[in-house]
Structures are given as C-alpha cells and as structure tokens.
C-alpha cells in the first residue's frame, strides 16, 4: 500500500491513535465498548470483496468464497522498525466460544515477512476455517458461518495507516448444501452489530446497475444511520449500467439523492479475464473514466485511490471524535466488572476455598448472633433495616406479653375478694379480681365476653408440623366462681367433718387452669418463629449468596427442627408439672397470700358492725363477731376452698411463668449451651466431607460462567487501560 509523499503528512497525522484503537480491538476490548472502525458491508456479489482487495492489495482467495464466512479485520501500519513488509494472522474469538475453544484460537498465530500471494492466502484461509470449524465442503454437517474474527496486520515502512473489518455479504436466498435459512438470519445479525456501533464508520458497497433504494444494505443503513452521519456510500459496476441509465448514478455522487455525510463514490472494479490477464486496476480505471458521461464524475469521487484518501480521513476524523468517550467507558466497565465480581464473593471451587469461606460465614453468623442476643444494635447495620435480627427485644417483648396474658386470660373464673383494694386485688403479673360491685354491674350486662388470640406471630410453611395452632380464648367468666366450687365440693366431699378433701384443689385447680395449655404453646411457638426468623436472616445477610444459604438451611433443618421439639416438649413437661398430681408450693407467699385473703375476708364481714371510737378508733362488740361467722358449713367450706385456691394459683402462676420463660424459652431457645443459634459453628463446617462442602458451597455453574466472564473481561479491559496509559 505505498502511496505518494503528497499525502503522507495527513494520512499519518495521527497514527499512534490509531494504533491504540487496534490495540483495543487486539484486546477483545470491543466485545464491551463501541470502539471507532471502519467496517464495509453490501450485499453479496455487491463487489464488496473487489473494493476491499483494491484497498488493501491484498490477494483475497476468489475460488472459495472463503473470507466472506467471518469477520476479518485488515490493520495497515507504517514501521520504521520493519524493514519490509511483515504479514501477522491471528485470530480473536467471538463472544459465544467455548473456553476451549476461545484458548485454541488465542494460541493460533502465522506469520511472513515479505509478498503474501494468493496461494499462501488460500492456505491459511483454509486452516483458520478449519480452526473456526466452519465447512469448506457442501453439505457439511459444520457450520458456515462464525462470529469468530480473522485479523491480519501489515506492517512495513511503506504502508499507510489504516484498519477496515470486512463482514460476511447479507443474502436473501438460500444455496442447497452451503446455506441455510438459519446462516440468512446469522450473517443479517452479523452484520447488524457492527452497523449499530454508533462510534463505526460503514463503508456501504452497492452495485450501480440495480434499483440502489431497494437494497437490503441500504435500508439497514437508513435504519441505524438515519442522519447519514456514519455512511460513506461506494457504487460498484459502473461498466454493466444499462445505457440511459447513467444519470441516476451520477444524481447520487452529486448528492442529488440518498444523500449521506460523507458522501457517494464510484470504483471500477476488474473482471474475472482482467483479473487472470494482469489489468492494471489504476490504469482500467482511469481509462474507464476518460468515457462518457463517467468524465464528468469529479476526480475525488472517482477510483480507489480517492476512496482511500478519503476513508483514511474519516477515520482519523471519527477516532479523534471518540477517543476520550472511549477511555472514559473503558474505565468506567472496568469498575463495574470489578465491582461485580467482588459481589460474587471468592472463588469457592477447592474444597480448601469452600471450607475457608464457610468459616467466614460462620464468624458472620456468630458476630450478628451476638450482637442480636446482648441487644448491641448500635455495634452493626445490619439491625437498622432488619428488625427480625434485634433477637434480644423480640423475645423480651415476648416474655412480657406471655406473662400479662397469662395472667388476665389464662383462668377459667375471676376470683372474688370483698373490700379489697387495688394492691391486694392485682396479682403479681396484673390479674385483677373483683369486688361484689363490680359483679353485680357485669351481670347485668348484654356485652360478649372479649377474646384473645394465643399466637401473635405468623406460621412459617417448613415449621407448621411443630407449631401449636393459634386459638382464641375468652375472657374468663366474670360471675359464678362460687357456684363452681360448690358443685365441685359436692361432687367430690367425702366423710371429712368442717373440712374438705384435697382432691378437691387439685382439680379445681387444673379447671381453673384449663388455658394454661394453649397460652404457654402459643408462646413458645411465637419464640420459635422469633428464633428461626432471626437465624435465616442472619444466614442469608451471612453468606451473601442465597444459594450457599438455601443449602445451608436444608442441612441445619432437621437439627433446627429437633431443637424446637425439645423446647416444646419441657413447656408439656411444665405444664404436666403443674397441672397433674397434687398442688404443692413451698413458697412463702402462698400462706403470706392466704392469711391476708381470710383477714380481708373477716374484716368485710365485720365492717358493717364496726363503732367509731375517737379514743380507740373503730371497735367490734364480742356478740358480733360470733354472730359473723354464723354461716353453713358448706359455705364456710367453699370461702375456704375459694381463698386457698386463688392463694395458690398467684403462687404456681409465677412459678410457671418463670419456668416457661427461663427454661423452655431461655434455656432450650435463647441462652443455653445448646440453642438452635449454636449449631451452626466452626466445628459443623470441620465435619463436612468434601462432598458435602460442594453441595454446599459449590458454585452453581452458571455463578462459574459467570465469574470466568467477568475474569475474562477485567482482564482484557486492564488490558485496554494500559493501551491508553502508554505515552501518546
């Protein structure tokens, strides 16, 4: 490709930018950033080829159609450190190769000092079909067509600057045992994405002597290049125009028509005979323009010596405008890239790698575990979006609303004090008993009984199995206390005299403690979800990957599951403690709540008779109170049963509320040495077989594929930046 000294200065004005951009492409940088070319496109049979061999003089293989099956890239570089013409062949491959096979190609080069004649082109034409895999033989079972690229760059310190991607020519019918209709819409896609880049500059070839406004090329040039800003047009055939006819040709390179940025030229292409006679392209040309009417075509619109002249410009034009966007997408993908692949966490493909990285979010898990247990919050960020994980203030909050409807629902009859004021009237967690006023206004009364749900918390699908079903309970019954322990005393009273049996409190006391079931389950199922909430967020935020915790989950399941049966199992073991056998309590404040009950119980009976003494203040005469306990040995009998009973049951209320709460709640779920929190730890991942830490930690294949990409294209972006580092 040498050329004359006149028009060296502007053909390399700029050639280490050049020279840069083909190092992008050398890179595979252009399979993520639009970078500036020159890519010719046209129809088959268009003269695509012819042009493409006037512009590089280089002997393309006419017998085969060979390099119309890829993608070639042609680079010309002038070398003061080559002292004749050197020819290197490599090929880059497209984004849909394997990895084999994309290293096959990356490991392939040829090369030749000296004249490239059309025998040594056919040759290595051939092995890089066969490297491709794309069929030279009809009625191959291979492919036709690749998105694999040939690249070839000639260096010498006689050529010009210049790069240029010859396509594949997009055809609309088929060749029986070549193509097919599916190579139809490859090669049209092929096409279409080096015509979309809108940093490329398209050398459109379109034969003259067909109706040009029905080309396929030229409606897809329309389509992505509405403007005609990127388009530079090339008429071919000028020979075969019909007679007549030449004035349409001639409307479109004075811009009369199709009119495009850059403009119309006309090349004379030679012949299949002046081909095999050894015509000179230049001297053809220039005779055929001496004819009329070509003669009035203008000297810079006419032959491939000016079409050279004027693609060399547009393409240094086009890279100067693009390069700074150029640099500044390289390093912004190159950022993003990077930031995903640390999103994909590290590679976990050894088993060493899976067990290393399990242990990592083991360390996770725990730190949030403890943070969430001792309630520091303010020591991770992860609690300000997760309220699941403040653990601590869950299950407190928990404790207390057991404890509050423990003891305002969970009793079958209000018990009944007579003139006993707030403090004796409340018990220790709120149950409120009532006065006789308070009796008589509640009976008269049309309103239902209030209900209450046992659960607050929502099932979870996995622990439906375990969990205690939510049930609604009503208030206790307001009136009737003592017509029930009549009932019962009569149902049960043996020959005991003045007294009762004690059979008789316990199973008053497992009546009146009837809800204590559903209220303690209720609330040991809320804990759980509490619990298992807590750990699947703590896992999920843990191991970054909802894969590695789905896997996770499953393992620890059945573990999890055995856990919150034990918790579940000591509440029956409390309640049968409580509920069964004989009432017992070695607690002072039973006796202490007993006396003050029949104190109160004397002092209401005796009140109305009290006299007001300014000396010794309110006085009882002796006859008074024996008459004040004149009263049937049944009803004596039934008070009795009423006072020990309700002493009693405040006693074991706060006993069993501790005990739910501290033991099945604290001990099986929250604090003790074996809560469902502790299973997963670092002597769980030491366990696991190698089997197992792939199951677990494996990646999935397409997390592989994936981060294979992105290595791949961190790598050929790096590469591409230090492409622009290097002084200009």
Known sequence: MARNENSDQQALSDPKLLDKIDKLFACNVGEYISLPQLVVVGDQSSGKSSVLEGLTQLPFPRDSGLCTRFATQIIFRRSKEHSTRT?????????????????????????????????????????????????????????????????????????????????????????????????IHLVHNMVVAYMKNPRSIMLMVVPANVDIATQEIVELAREYDPDGQRTLGVLTKPDLVDMGAEHRVLDLIRGEDLTFKHGWF????????????????????????????????????????SLRVRLQDAVIYNARQSFSQVRSEILKRLKSRQQALKDLGDECITSQQQRSFLLGVVSRFQQITSYGLNSLYAMDDVFVDNPDLRIATL????HIAFAENLSSWAHEYRFIMNNMNQDEGTSAFGTSFMNLQDLKSMNKSDTPPPVINTRTTEDIEELTEILHESTLEKYPNESGIHQWLTEVFHLSRGFEMGTFNPSILAEAFRKQSAKWPNFALGYISDVIILIHRFILKALKLSCGSQHVCDRLKARLMNDLLSKYRDAIKHVCFLLHIERSGMPLTLNHYFNDTLQRMRTARIQAQLAPKAISDQRRGEMVRLSDVSTAHNKSNTKQ????????????????????????????????????????????????????????????????????????????????????KMILQETR
């Open 395 to 398: 299950v407190m909050n928990c």
């Open 266 to 305: 006309l090349v004379r292409n030679l012949g299949q005979r002046e081909l095999q006679e050894g015509v000179d392209r230049n001297a053809a040309e220039k005779a055929f323009r001496q004819t009329e009417p070509w003669d009035s075509v203008p000297q810079d619109r006419f032959g491939i010596q």
């Open 87 to 183: 020819i290197t062949a490599s090929v880059l491959a497209g984004s849909d190769a394997s990895p084999e096979k994309a290293a096959g190609l990356k490991d392939w080069t040829w090369s030749k000092v000296g004249a490239f004649d059309p025998s040594e082109f056919s040759m290595v034409m051939n092995e890089v079909h066969v490297l491709m895999g794309v069929s030279i033989e009809s009625h191959s079972a291979k492919p036709t067509f690749s998105n694999d690229v040939f690249r070839l760059e000639i260096c010498g310190p006689d050529e010009d600057h210049l790069s240029v991607i010859d396509v594949p020519g997009i055809f609309k019918n088929t060749v029986p045992g070549v193509t097919s209709k599916t190579d």
């Open 637 to 720: 009998t039934v008070e009795d049963i009423h006072d020990i009973l309700q002493s009693y049951y405040k006693a074991a209320l706060k006993r069993f509320a501790d005990n739910i709460c501290m033991q099945a709640a604290g001990f099986y779920l929250v604090h003790g040495p074996e809560t469902p929190t502790r299973l997963f730890d670092p002597l769980f991942v030491h366990n696991l077989s190698e089997e197992d830490l792939e199951e677990i930690a494996g990646e999935e294949p397409r997390v592989r594929r994936l981060r294979a990409q992105l290595v791949k294209e961190i790598g050929d972006l790096e590469a591409g």
